[in-house]
């Protein structure tokens, strides 16, 4: 059973930007693909970013490419989210999720542990 914790969320500007964090512990964190969703009120859980087990292979929504990036480190267990370019719509809780198999998917229902989540609030 694997678990993980997710911080870094906060308050900040339109333009500013915030490094979210998921440490992850219980299982072997270099088998996982990893993904970060976010979820605004009264909306789905969507996809963000994913990432493959040893970084080689990034992905990304296209409403975020070109301004989040997604890295791990296994050393640490851990995989960060860094958001550059913050928007009022970025506005969401985040979560980080894992999933075992070799492929990142987009899709909510393919990952199979999930954390608490992280609030990202961008004032404009």
């Known amino acids: 059973q694997v678990q993980l914790v997710e911080s870094g969320g906060g308050l900040v500007q339109a333009g500013g930007s915030l490094r979210l964090s998921c440490a992850a512990s219980?299982?072997?964190?270099?088998?996982?693909?990893m993904g970060w969703f976010r979820q605004a009120p009264g909306k789905e859980r969507e996809f963000v970013a994913g990432?493959?087990?040893?970084?080689?292979?990034?992905y990304y929504a296209d409403s975020v490419k070109g301004r989040f990036t997604i890295s791990r480190d296994n050393a640490k267990s851990t995989v960060y989210l860094q958001m550059n370019s913050l928007k009022p719509e970025d506005t969401a809780v985040y979560y980080c999720?894992?999933?075992?198999?070799?492929?990142?998917?987009?899709?909510?229902?393919?990952?199979?542990?999930w954390g608490q989540g992280t609030q990202v609030t961008v004032s404009s």
């Open positions: 999720a894992a999933r075992g198999g070799t492929v990142v998917y987009k899709s909510v229902s393919n990952y199979d542990y």
């Open positions: 219980g299982g072997t964190f270099n088998s996982y693909p």
């Open positions: 990432i493959n087990k040893n970084s080689g292979i990034q």
